[in-house]
């Protein structure tokens, strides 16, 4: 059988010191269990993995798997040459017409050299790789500060010749730093805070909150394709649906409706503790940012945040809307967020919200709506939604 080579950079894992090892380790599994069923074999070097895969994988499904995979600053398809400056020069024929090399664009070589046995330097090498490149493309300029393509050449123990590498995510492979519970809304900002957080090496599984009739099946549907995006980034997902209609209502009909958002999201908060707690969770996720809505201001996160013994982290919480949206449409989540079918929270807004509640004041009213007994109901009821790490929902 034969296989693909591809070069991959690590960034932040090279500064791990003596921990270095553990992250490289869970790098290799996160990418091995993204290409799956396809056999693949990962080895290191210094600064980089290389990852040989079945030809049977098609390019797409290995570039959607290396580019959403934390850890990973780029990767290229990468070609072994024979160790001379003449095998460098034979593959790099063999591979550039292959490329997205053309007539009339511009270009740069790069060449690191490893090996100082190499009895070439580097700028040597460079000159004869660029006299290959104008060989079969004469009407090709050089530009070195800002080239449209750039054929890189390694001289380690083995030498490797790529074109036009792949950025990567950056950042820290998941299932490094602990495990939270998103709480994953139809929204812009929450698919963008788990995001956030995968990339600082958080595994995640989400909540939603589902108020049906209030909240259409199309909204659960919108959730469920959130999630089937996000879960590349995330190394796969569970989604647990919620079912909170009666203690919605509960709220609405005996709280006082200034504080109806408030009131829900210490349930939310009581709720998502549970199933947190049932499944490895140590620290819940939220998409809230500074006074974006009433519920956010610190007042009231500082109440929210009494409800519940974990950690709880806004990784959006310093960020404006232009900032996250931009994030979002990276992604590729932003499209899906817009469409219009509204959250629970949403739904169930007062018209005129408290937005700075005074927490002995708001704590002593949630206590005395008793809403324990429909938190076990709910958290009894939920129903889980599971996304493989290519964002496949899986059928259990």
């Not at 203690?247 to 109806?260: M, S």
């Amino acid at each position: 059988m034969g296989s693909k080579l591809y070069l991959i950079k690590e960034g932040e894992i090279s500064l791990k010191g003596g921990n270095r090892n553990l992250f490289e380790k869970q790098l290799r599994h996160n990418i091995k269990n993204k290409l799956r069923p396809y056999h693949s074999e990962i080895t290191k070097q210094k600064g980089r993995l290389y990852a040989e895969i079945s030809d049977k994988a098609p390019d797409e499904i290995i570039r959607k798997a290396l580019s959403t995979t934390p850890g990973i600053t780029g990767f290229a398809r990468a070609y072994m040459a024979e160790k001379s400056i003449e095998g460098i020069k034979t593959k790099a024929l063999e591979i550039l017409p292959s490329s997205d090399f053309r007539n009339g664009d511009s270009f740069r070589v790069t060449v690191k050299r490893e090996d100082k046995t190499f009895p070439m330097n580097s700028h040597e090498v460079s000159c004869e790789l660029a006299d290959t490149v104008f060989s079969l493309y004469p009407e090709m300029t050089v530009n070195l500060k800002n080239p449209e393509h750039t054929l890189t050449c390694e001289i380690r123990g083995d030498v490797y010749l790529y074109t036009d590498e792949e950025k990567g995510e950056s950042g820290l492979p998941y299932a490094t730093a602990g495990k939270g519970m998103l709480l994953l809304s139809g929204g812009i900002d929450s698919p963008v805070a788990g995001y956030m957080m995968a990339k600082r090496g958080m595994k995640l599984d989400a909540i939603y909150f589902h108020a049906y009739p209030y909240t259409s099946e199309m909204a659960l549907e919108k959730v469920k394709k959130l999630a089937s995006i996000i879960a590349p980034y995330l190394g796969g997902l569970r989604l647990f649906v919620v079912p909170f209609t009666e203690g919605q209502e509960y709220i609405r009909d005996h709280g006082y409706e200034e504080e109806a958002t408030l009131m829900f999201r210490a349930s939310m908060m009581k709720t998502s503790e549970r199933i947190a707690r049932e499944n490895g969770g140590n620290a819940i996720v939220t998409g809230e940012a500074l006074s974006q809505v009433a519920s956010q201001t610190l007042d009231a996160m500082s109440f929210t945040d009494s409800m519940t013994a974990l950690l709880v982290l806004r990784p959006l919480v310093g960020m404006d809307k232009e900032a996250i949206t931009a994030v979002a449409e990276r992604i590729g989540t932003y499209e899906t967020s817009i469409l219009p079918y509204e959250d629970c929270c949403v739904v169930f807004s007062p018209k005129h919200p408290v937005t700075r509640p005074v927490k002995e004041v708001v704590t002593r009213h949630f206590e005395e709506l008793k809403m324990e007994e429909m938190i076990d109901k709910a958290v009894k009821n939920t129903v889980v939604y599971s996304f493989d790490p290519m964002g496949n929902e899986i059928n259990e």
